[in-house]
């Protein structure tokens, strides 16, 4: 299979409900996530769009 030469600006996008209750679960799960990512990319460090607040994927020009 070739390879694919597409380049993306992030690994992953990390999309989830905002709830004020479940933010610090969230933010270990995508530091755990980082961390698996790293290992699988052969510490390469990884990007992965996530934020606490609403619509920024809009703010940062992302496709929806």
């Given at each position: 299979?070739?390879?694919?030469?597409?380049?993306?600006e992030?690994?992953?996008?990390?999309?989830y409900?905002?709830?004020?209750?479940?933010?610090?679960?969230?933010?270990?799960?995508?530091?755990?996530l980082?961390y698996?990512?790293?290992?699988?990319l052969?510490?390469?460090d990884?990007?992965?769009?996530?934020?606490?607040?609403?619509l920024m994927?809009?703010?940062?020009?992302?496709?929806?």
């Amino acid at each position: 299979m070739p390879a694919d030469t597409h380049e993306y600006e992030y690994d992953v996008f990390f999309s989830y409900p905002r709830d004020t209750s479940t933010q610090e679960w969230i933010a270990k799960v995508v530091n755990t996530l980082s961390y698996w990512l790293r290992l699988e990319l052969a510490d390469r460090d990884s990007k992965i769009f996530w934020t606490t607040t609403g619509l920024m994927w809009a703010i940062a020009g992302l496709p929806h």
